[in-house]
């Protein structure tokens, strides 16, 4: 017996944004399969690991015993192309399958924090810089979000990301 | 007790008010006259994403979302009721129409199907247009009671405070002609017309000392000066929260008994 379908979901946590959670939703059973190896590649092409950012492909262990597992691999938000192996004891790969993930957990909620702010200043909005720079930073978020989604394009939702975090580090002189 | 939107209820409004606000303003633009503070479509489209993000995340507490919410709430201005109803009721470009001029709403005459403004099998309904009046029923062309015949037959509940609409012994059935018709004479009551400033006690406020009930001020932006709190005005949403029948004292600990008279002014 083998897998009859292979497929996970992701999610990034808006607790710890910096974790990603993989989920295992195949279908069937495991057979010869012994473990699973998660590559984060990243649209410059380098690849994020548990121990920092490699420049040369590489992975991170996912044990077949967990269905959900956690990696904590982010340090800002990211568009990425994550792969899963599901490979046999001598390494062999038995079934691979690529999605295209938008995370932007850190700058989502830092835009609620901006209206949390906002709710207490009212005002604020008329501040035409602020609001212009307001407008700006969820074009980028929301920018970011469509061309994963629609556009399956990490490149340009990355730019957008870029964009978006740059503003969200320099809050001080945007907002 | 007033029932207090939740937090996915009010993203679900702002998703409607977006482009509520964007048709407003760009007919004011096309027809000319003054754009009265409507609030534009991308800061409601923008408050709305924040507080959708907030919520889902789980990363955010409870009052802070309440407190995002309600200044949310505030941001879709004239266009919370409206879209309240085209959420809940029988759908886009089909509002309770009001009459120009103002006065009472027109009654809702429909016959009961899968999109209807009861929808087959359901048994209520919430009119936030007709809070403040009595209602009249009738189904199948037989008028309904609000008091349970008996005798197993069909009776409707109705809540003019929390605009709660209830079918009871029956369920709406597939093809059943309805008509609610507002009571605007009679034996029941319209909403009043509010001057302002005007002032209330302790006295006024619900059980809670929190909670001050007044459909005439629905939809009003006020400010409040509470005496013997301080000598400021104050304002939504950082002391006080509007609900959908007047409105709600967020200040930490407060209880109208132990405060004196509270005046309410209208700002706009």
Known sequence: MALTSVSFTISQSAVAPAIITATDTSEGTYGTIASRRIFFQTSQGTWLTTSGISSTSAYVEWPLANTTENFQVLEEDQALAITVQWVEADGTVVNTLTQLYCLSEFNRQFFYYLFQQQALSP???????????LSTYWMNIIGAIQAVEIGADISSSQNCLNRATNMMNEQAKYF | MPTILPISDIIEIGRVSTYLSANYVAKKGLFGGTVI????????????????????????????LRSTAN?????????????????????????????????????LDFKVSSTSFIKTGETSVSIPQFIGYNVDFSRSGIMQNTTNPGDGGTYYGWNNVTGLFELFNGAAQDGELFRIM???GGSGSVIPTQTYPFIITSADFEPDGITYNNPAIVGDQLMLFITGYNQEWQFAPTSFSYTATG??????????????????QKIN
Not at chain 2, 37 to 64: E, F, K, V, Y
Request: aromatic share 10%; net charge negative.
């Open chain 1, 123 to 133: 005002g604020i909005v008329q501040d035409t810089n602020y609001y212009a720079n």
């Open chain 2, 37 to 64: 503070r409507p609030t534009p479509p991308a800061l409601i489209a923008m408050a709305t994403d924040a507080l959708d993000w907030g919520n889902a995340g789980g990363a955010q507490t409870t009052a802070s």
């Open chain 2, 71 to 107: 200044y949310a709430y505030w941001l879709f201005g004239k266009f919370q009721l409206d879209a309240q109803n085209i959420i809940s009721g029988p759908g886009g470009g089909s509002v309770i129409p009001t009459p120009s001029g103002g006065g009472a709403p027109n009654d």
């Open chain 2, 182 to 184: 507002v009571d605007a």
């Open chain 2, 247 to 264: 409105i709600q004292i967020d200040i930490p600990g407060f209880d109208a008994a132990n405060y004196g008279n509270i005046i309410i």
